[in-house]
């Protein structure tokens, strides 16, 4: 094989790794967005049970270890884990862990308003994680 030959093969194996690289970036990135969302949506969900409980007995039902699992709760935490553990970016990593952190603190509260200050920090958590990910995406096709 010529050193020319070598050269080309060298090429072509680093594109094909490059490509594979950014093609499981991307299919990670994008399954993290989608947990994120899972996450949201359960902690939502969650507290409009929470909330309709207060409504009709007054009295915030703060969760305790003895509180039934929230909806779809547990499968959307390991879900976002699972995908993070797959993201190289460490802001996306650690946005995505803000947010899991943020809505288990709302859904965990211990009185409305407690609850209401860690909702309001979600919102924005996730805006400013998917203009991170708006960022990336580009480069990763």
Do not use: C
């Amino acid at each position: 094989m010529t050193r020319r030959e070598r050269s080309a093969r060298d090429e072509q194996y680093e594109r094909d790794r490059r490509t594979a690289r950014d093609t499981f970036q991307r299919d990670s990135i994008l399954a993290l967005q989608t947990a994120i969302s899972d996450l949201i949506r359960a902690a939502y969900q969650e507290l409009d049970r929470v909330l309709a409980e207060f409504n009709r007995t007054g009295s915030w039902p703060a969760r305790q270890w003895e509180t039934p699992t929230a909806v779809d709760w547990s499968d959307a935490v390991l879900r976002l884990e699972l995908a993070r553990a797959r993201v190289f970016d460490d802001q996306l990593r650690s946005l995505a862990a803000e947010l899991r952190t943020r809505a288990g603190d709302s859904i965990w509260a211990g009185n409305l308003k407690a609850a209401k200050e860690h909702d309001q920090a979600i919102e924005p958590l996730q805006i400013r994680f998917n203009e991170v990910v708006t960022s990336i995406l580009p480069s990763l096709y």
